[in-house]
Structure formats: structure tokens, C-alpha cells
């Protein structure tokens, strides 16, 4: 299995300002995948994030609220702009193992917009 | 649009089993996950089913009918430590990308 760090781990923000949340993989990844749990509620795809080429946004996510960056096969970013209190949520990375369809979630950041 | 439903919450009793549903309409269908997520934690895989049929592994065992477009999860012996909530994912056709479903939180009494 593959072995997911995320920095930070939690923050508190400022509203109007933005957070760039960082996903490590130890290993090399074809597919990484950024979701958004918000408070009581399940995971929500936020986005594909593509190896070399621009992110693959679901409905209601767009790129310049969430800015993704995938530089390499073990790396990607997730900044959250202009931020709002609504925007508090845990932001997870998640990644597609060698296995069939083997996808493990990095720890979370927990963010919280004041 | 995609549709996964789950019921809310769950109680159960130590030593007791639970079945917990998942229903399905998505647009596209490449299996299905169970993940166990304690508070504060990220996601903890527990069982993948794609093909008709019960998945056994130890406490845990998964079930898929495809054509209902439903799933159970069952946990057998319940302990203290899985009271957790319980999410089905649906894993879209050619895709990796998870739909989750509402989850389930499971509290479970001594």
C-alpha cells in the first residue's frame, strides 16, 4: 500500500485569503484524486489531478477556486482561494494503488476559514 | 447525476451483528468499496466487490447484486473500537474516481 503524507495537517484562516495543501506519495502514482469533506457530511470529489496537463474538475468545483498542480508521479498541491467560511471542510488526497482498484487516502487537512 | 444512499445512523450492541445498505443508481459501474473512517481520521479501505456475490474477510464480509444496484456491509461480533462511520463508494466505469455515498455512523453500546 501506498503511504500518503499532506502538510498541513490543519490551519485556520483568514477569510479572503488563500492555502496551498501539499500531498506527498512514497511511491509512484498514476491516478491522484482530491476530495472535500465537509463538517458531518461523506467525501465529495473535488477534482483529478493530471500528471503534466491541467486537473479534471467535477461539477461545482472550478480551477481558480481550487488551483490543483501535479508536477511529477508522487506530488500534487491544492490550493483553496479567496476563502469563505463555507470552504471549512477536510481536504484529503487520495491515490490508485498497483492493485485493481486499490485507492488509499491520505490524513487530511483540516481547515478552518474564520 | 449519481444517487448513493446509506442510512444516517446505526446502534447496535457488542457481540451483536449489523448489516449496513447501500443503494445505487450511477451512470456507470466498475465496482464498489466499503471504507471505515473514525472521527478525525482519513478513510480506512475495508472491502472492494465488483462481480455478484459475498466477499468474506474475517469480521467483515461485503455483498453486491448488481442488477438491484444494492450492497450490505455485515459485521459480525461487533467490539467498542467499530463504532466508526462506514462509507460505500461506487468506482465509476473506466474511471478510478470514488462517488461516496452519504455514510453511516455506527455507535456501538457495551
Known amino acids: 500500500s501506498a503511504v500518503i503524507s499532506q502538510k498541513p495537517s490543519r490551519d485556520i484562516c483568514q477569510r479572503g485569503t488563500s492555502l496551498t495543501i501539499q500531498c506527498q506519495v512514497d511511491?509512484?502514482?498514476?491516478?491522484m484524486f482530491w476530495y472535500r469533506q465537509q463538517p458531518g457530511q461523506s467525501l465529495t470529489l473535488i477534482a483529478t489531478a493530471n500528471q503534466g496537463s491541467e486537473a479534471t474538475y467535477e461539477s461545482g468545483f472550478v480551477i481558480d477556486k481550487f488551483p490543483i498542480s501535479r508536477p511529477n508521479l508522487t506530488f500534487s498541491t491544492l490550493t483553496v482561494s479567496n476563502m469563505s467560511p463555507e470552504d471549512s471542510s477536510i481536504y484529503l488526497c487520495s491515490v490508485v494503488g498497483t492493485g485493481i482498484h486499490e485507492q488509499y487516502f491520505g490524513p487530511g487537512t483540516r481547515l478552518t476559514v474564520t | 447525476g449519481q444517487n448513493i444512499d446509506q442510512p444516517t445512523e446505526m446502534t447496535a450492541t457488542e457481540g451483536a451483528i449489523v448489516q449496513i445498505n447501500c443503494t445505487y443508481q450511477t451512470s456507470g459501474f466498475n465496482g464498489l468499496f466499503w471504507y471505515q473512517q473514525h472521527a478525525g481520521e482519513a478513510p480506512t479501505f475495508l472491502s472492494y466487490n465488483v462481480l455478484d456475490g459475498l466477499e468474506e474477510k474475517g469480521r467483515f464480509s461485503s455483498f453486491l447484486s448488481r442488477s438491484k444496484g444494492y450492497s450490505y456491509l455485515l459485521l459480525k461480533e461487533l467490539q467498542m473500537k467499530d463504532s466508526a462511520s462506514y462509507l460505500c463508494a461506487v468506482v465509476l466505469t473506466n474511471t478510478d474516481k470514488l462517488i461516496f455515498g452519504t455514510g453511516t455512523r455506527l455507535q456501538v453500546f457495551p
Open positions: 511511491s509512484q502514482v498514476t491516478m
